[in-house]
């Protein structure tokens, strides 16, 4: 029994440790954390107000995001017709999400931040599928390829600290 008792114990703590590690890097400056929220139009639940840093439009979203980096496998930016644009590729699971999210909420959208900074939105003008969100950034084009590099470093270092967990998120 006594065994037992401090492999469950050890198994705890390695658990407690990673969790923490993972959220830890949060506060690590270095780390770019990339979260969506959804805009909000319910009094109901806890929402945060956003403002985009160029237009300053301010956008009602739940507090809790829709998507964080254990939801994310990578970013792209893309070209398309109308500039450059930021592309999110979710789990399978997230992606899965994201299809009901974009069917029960069409009309309002989805916000893009990085560390607590808006830096765009999209609007659910449709069902997305695919698990790929698309994202014109509120940022200078010129800066958009250094700051691709830096969320997929950090979605690295994210992911290789959650471990198999996030195949399952």
């Known amino acids: 029994m006594p065994k037992l008792t401090l492999a469950l114990i050890l198994i705890a703590s390695i658990f407690i440790t990673s969790c923490s590690t993972v959220e830890d890097l949060k506060e690590d400056e270095a780390i770019l954390w ?55 590729q979710l789990t399978p699971r997230a992606a899965r999400r994201l299809y009901t999210l974009t069917a029960d909420n069409r009309g309002k959208r989805f916000l893009l931040g990085v560390n607590d900074q808006p830096l765009g939105q999209r609007l659910i003008d449709g069902v997305i599928p695919n698990g790929n969100l698309f994202f014109f950034l509120e940022y200078p084009d010129e800066d958009l390829d250094e700051l691709v590099i830096e969320l997929k470093k950090s979605l690295k270092i994210i992911h290789k600290k959650a471990g198999s967990r996030i195949s399952k998120i």
């Open 34 to 88: 990339p979260v969506v929220l959804l805009e909000s139009s319910s009094n109901t639940f806890p929402t945060v107000p956003v403002t985009l840093p160029v237009s300053q439009k301010t956008i009602m979203a739940y507090i809790t995001p829709a998507f964080t980096p254990m939801h994310i496998l990578n970013v792209e930016k893309i070209k398309v017709d109308l500039g450059f644009c930021i592309l999110i």
